[in-house]
């Protein structure tokens, strides 16, 4: 913990201006040095506290750009949650889709990378989608025959497939793959 | 096209030295200059042929250990079209999951190779998804509500995303995903 600095804001300023800068070159574009400069500090202070540019971009993402998790005390049926909820990751995946992509491929070249980037990314998101899921089958909005784990591996299995291949997140895609999941028609929008 | 043998076999003997080579020490682990020594020619023979090593092995993936498209000229259900297909899918990616993992991570790194990795891999395997999907949901095997192309995505984007995330891909899992696909329970296997 050498070097750490006294304030707890610093940590996310240093998170901040990596996210800046890579929203901004691109992730391959950014160094740690570019970072440390951007923040007005140390490469040290960085290495202090983070392994790798991966490490340090991959906690930013979650700390800073995540999505709040789906509410799931209140009484919205589960199709509009799971609608709202890929809608705001599509739109934070406009902003960080190059990010995701960057991260991803050091989980394939850097081996190390993988249980790191499964513990703070895909991992607790999907506790979040098997969440969401579970309480959709024990509301009856899912039938008892669905198979929560698989639905989640679809959902994010589609985005992920997605955004791997250079296509597009368009805002409907959430609804498409909430019909999809929930399997009934699209709601009424003019009902009110 | 300087340096290529006359003999049309030889084009597959060097892609079966390169998926051999792959399989033996892994994508990552091999070079161009590896392939060329085990397949007897010069790297000059290789790049005659192909652009990279990426572009190789995509190729012998290709022709080599691609499925046989699921035969929708019979009467078979299309749901267990699926299953088998998936099955064998899942079965080549037991022996060539890391070389896929590869391919993905060079499509991520040098943006070039995207395009040819759509056309020669991606592309081709949404259109046999796609033909039995919509030859089933004509059949009425799917509802005439059901989302071809989201449900190809479905598909593909799980066993992407459990390879991507270093997770098994176990024969029963084509069973849940075809299960899943045509909503229906498992058939049962004592009938006959």
Redesign the interface.
């Known amino acids: 913990m050498a070097g750490r600095p006294r304030k707890p804001a610093a940590r996310r300023d240093l998170q901040q201006a990596a996210l800046r800068l890579v929203r901004r070159h691109g992730y391959?574009g950014v160094t740690i040095s570019d970072i440390a400069r951007a923040a007005g500090v140390s490469r040290q202070t960085l290495y202090a506290r983070w392994d790798s540019k991966a490490e340090l971009v991959l906690h930013a993402i979650f700390e800073i750009a995540s999505q709040p998790d789906p509410d799931l005390s209140g009484p919205e049926p589960r199709r509009v949650l799971l609608e709202n909820f890929l809608r705001a990751i599509f739109a934070d995946l406009s902003a960080d889709g190059d990010t995701l992509?960057?991260l991803?491929?050091t989980?394939?070249?850097e081996p190390g990378f993988?249980p790191v980037f499964?513990a703070r990314f895909?991992a607790p998101r999907e506790a979040i989608m098997l969440a969401l899921l579970h309480d959709a089958r024990a509301r009856g909005e899912l039938p008892a025959?669905a198979?929560p784990e698989?639905?989640s591996?679809?959902?994010?299995?589609?985005?992920?497939?997605?955004l791997?291949?250079?296509q597009p997140l368009p805002p409907d895609?959430a609804q498409?793959?909430a019909?999809?999941v929930f399997?009934t028609?699209a709601p009424d929008q003019s009902a009110g």
């Open positions: 391959a992509r960057g991803i491929a989980t394939l070249t993988l499964r895909s025959t198979d698989l639905l591996d679809f959902i994010h299995g589609a985005f992920w497939y997605r791997l291949n250079g895609l498409r793959i019909g999809a399997a028609p």
